[in-house]
């Protein structure tokens, strides 16, 4: 299903995007690393078009979910990659990628509190190199702790793509159509989860006026999401003046009582 | 009198920059990574006293965790506090640091984490979705700004110390209160034009064909899609729900739906 190359290439991407995102921060952040990687991937497996979209639709569905305070979420850039691969290579197109994309990143999230499990290892072997005085092993040990991070999600994408091509055809030609339609139906739903965690995480007490205000100008009025943030710009403004001068307002008052 | 260089500051930085993911784990969470970069200041400062730098490590060495960029903020003034070389520096750098993890978490995640990526991921996605990579360009656009933040927090903290971060609280405070409201606008709008649910029932009346949806749109366009978030909202309060187990939830729900016809 796959070429050498395609598998070199996805992996080594894989690799690489973790690379940079964790050590620069530039390309690979929280925002957007669904995007990039399923346009290159879609560089990779020929079709630019079917990356973006199955990106575009993880980016999304990732929207609510970070990974706060230590917290393990769906790992969407492996759902990206995957989902985009066989997409591209089964011929059948984002139906497949959807639904291969979805469960990867939600399976994923084991790999995730694997690796932070392993963290412990090497900061018993850093603090234990201090108590030696040993300070040189101290902070290899600390740098080593890197590596569960940098590797498990590249060896789990390497072996769903060397493994998951028989399984995946396999899906192909048995899944019923039924499945395929209820997974897009659910890739069109899940966002909606991302929604209602931000309002769960966000102050929602006293701003609720202000999702009614989005609400309205996307749904009646259809404006774009660039001027609805414009929108939201201006009214955020607002508010930081008015909190500004409520604050220096209280601040004087303060100052008065306090003689 | 400074015994440390214009080089100690930039290598402390640097590995400020990325010190979240060395050997992050579920005890101390961001502590090695912290050690990383405050470490060699530390043997700078402290190395002709091997037994002192042992102690301090290991006080560096405690539970730390916040949000990755606004760390520089505290990084850089805990290194102003340890190169003053005061008896109990390490005492005042570790309270100044625990004490500022909580509320500089809260901050930088709800600024960046939460506002941050609803507007940029939100915009970028739905560019991606119609086949634009432009979106990406917005993104890296902030990222060279956020860049910047993440180098200048660190020197910030280290030049002005921990007064100017507790002096500059409440603004940033109030500054995060106004900045969420442009996530709450972007949710509010995505909401309707994100989540694609629709029914493809049809009744027939007599004569007359009844398109559910047709109806539905008339009485409240996005409906469906508010209804379905709302749904999800109460069911995250659910004794037991987890992030993970709704999104398995949704999908069996959504294909269940969808194989009686209703979605």
């Known amino acids: 299903m796959f070429t050498g190359f395609q598998i070199i290439a996805i992996t080594l991407l894989m690799f690489l995007s973790g690379l940079e995102g964790s050590l620069s921060g530039f390309f690979f952040t929280p925002y957007g690393s669904s995007i990039l990687l399923g346009w290159i991937t879609g560089l990779i497996m020929g079709d630019t078009k079917i990356g973006l979209t199955i990106g575009g639709t993880m980016e999304l569905m990732g929207i609510g979910m970070n990974p706060l305070g230590g917290s393990s979420v769906p790992n969407y850039s492996i759902g990206t990659v995957i989902g985009t691969a066989f997409a591209v290579a089964s011929g059948v197109g984002i139906e497949i990628g959807i639904a291969t994309a979805i469960p990867a990143a939600t399976l994923s999230v084991q790999l995730d509190v694997l690796q932070k499990a392993l963290g412990s290892f090497f900061y018993h072997k850093a603090m234990t190199a201090n108590e030696n005085g040993n300070h040189k092993a101290m902070y290899n040990w600390i740098r080593l702790g890197f590596l569960p991070q940098l590797f498990i999600g590249t060896f789990a994408v390497m072996l769903m793509l060397v493994g998951g091509s028989a399984v995946v055809e396999l899906v192909i030609n048995t899944l019923p159509q039924w499945l395929l339609t209820g997974f897009q139906k659910a890739g069109g739903v899940l966002p909606a989860l991302g929604f209602a965690i931000l309002l769960r995480s966000l102050p929602i007490q006293g701003n609720f006026m202000y999702v009614l205000i989005g609400f309205v100008l996307a749904s009646y009025m259809g404006l774009p999401m660039l001027a609805i943030a414009i929108i939201g710009l201006a009214l955020a403004m607002l508010a930081y003046k008015q909190n500004k001068r409520f604050h220096e307002l209280s601040e004087a008052k303060g100052v008065i009582d306090d003689e | ?263």
């Open chain 2, 1 to 263: 009198m400074s015994k440390l260089e214009k080089k100690d500051l930039f290598w402390a930085m640097l590995k400020g920059w990325c010190y979240q993911p060395f050997s992050f784990n579920y005890e101390t969470m961001q502590s090695p990574g912290w050690v990383h970069a405050i470490g060699p200041i530390l043997e700078k400062v402290y190395g002709d006293d091997p037994e002192l730098l042992k102690e301090k490590l290991r006080k560096h060495f405690v539970f730390y965790n916040t949000q990755p960029w606004m760390s520089q903020l505290i990084l850089g003034s805990c290194v102003a506090i340890e190169e003053s070389q005061e008896p109990e520096c390490t005492e005042t750098a570790i309270g100044l640091r625990t004490g500022l993890m909580g509320p500089f978490a809260g901050l930088g995640d709800s600024l960046f984490f939460i506002t941050g990526k609803v507007i940029l991921s939100s915009i970028a996605g739905y560019m991606a979705l119609n086949g634009s990579l432009f979106g990406m360009v917005i993104i890296l656009a902030v990222m060279v700004g956020i860049s910047y933040l993440k180098y200048k927090f660190f020197y910030l903290g280290y030049q002005q110390g921990a007064k100017f971060i507790t002096d500059q609280r409440a603004n940033l405070e109030m500054l995060t209160a106004s900045a969420i409201i442009i996530g709450f606008v972007v949710v509010g709008a995505m909401i309707p034009s994100m989540v694609s649910v629709a029914t493809p029932l049809t009744f027939q009346v007599g004569d007359v064909t009844i398109v559910v949806q047709e109806m539905l749109n008339t009485i409240l366009p996005g409906l469906l899609p508010v209804v379905v978030t709302g749904l999800i909202y109460y069911g995250l309060a659910l004794k037991g729900m987890t992030t993970v187990r709704m999104v398995w939830l949704i999908i069996v729900v959504a294909i269940a739906l969808s194989c009686i016809g209703i979605i």
